[in-house]
């Protein structure tokens, strides 16, 4: 399965802006995906991530209460709604997937478990 994600472009602190991920094949069910960003000079960093089913999300500290992760199977398609967005969330953001299901949180926030990942999308947040 390949990635693409879209949606990245240049937003006002405070404003909102809705990233997606979609992939090219049907199988895109069976994976959990996992968002990840880099901002300049900073290593990856995990964002959140959705399980196959979409019943369970885990949030970094960071965005959490501020985005969420929408997923629809039928589409072959997961987002990241980001919400009330600031100078800090600036960073190119990646989705990644990974087979490997019903694992905890810590597993899905090491980027190192996730075997296929798109391009990203560059986010910037200005005051």
């Known amino acids: 399965v390949q990635l693409v994600e879209s949606g990245g472009e240049l937003v006002q602190a405070g404003g909102s802006l809705r990233l997606s991920c979609t992939a090219s094949?049907?199988?895109?069910?069976?994976?959990?995906i996992g968002w990840f960003r880099q901002a300049a000079r900073k290593e990856r960093e995990f964002v959140g991530s959705?399980?196959?089913?979409?019943?369970?999300?885990y949030y970094a500290d960071s965005v959490k209460g501020r985005f969420t992760i929408p997923r629809d199977n039928a589409m072959n398609m997961v987002s990241l709604q980001m919400d009330k967005l600031r100078p800090e969330d600036t960073a190119v953001y990646y989705c990644?997937?990974?087979?490997?299901?019903?694992?905890?949180?810590?597993?899905?926030?090491?980027?190192?478990?996730?075997?296929?990942w798109g391009q990203g999308t560059q986010v910037t947040v200005s005051l």
């Open positions: 990644a997937a990974t087979h490997l299901k019903n694992r905890g949180s810590h597993f899905y926030k090491q980027s190192e478990k996730y075997d296929i």
């Open positions: 094949e049907r199988t895109f069910g069976d994976y959990t």
């Open positions: 959705i399980s196959w089913s979409g019943r369970s999300t």
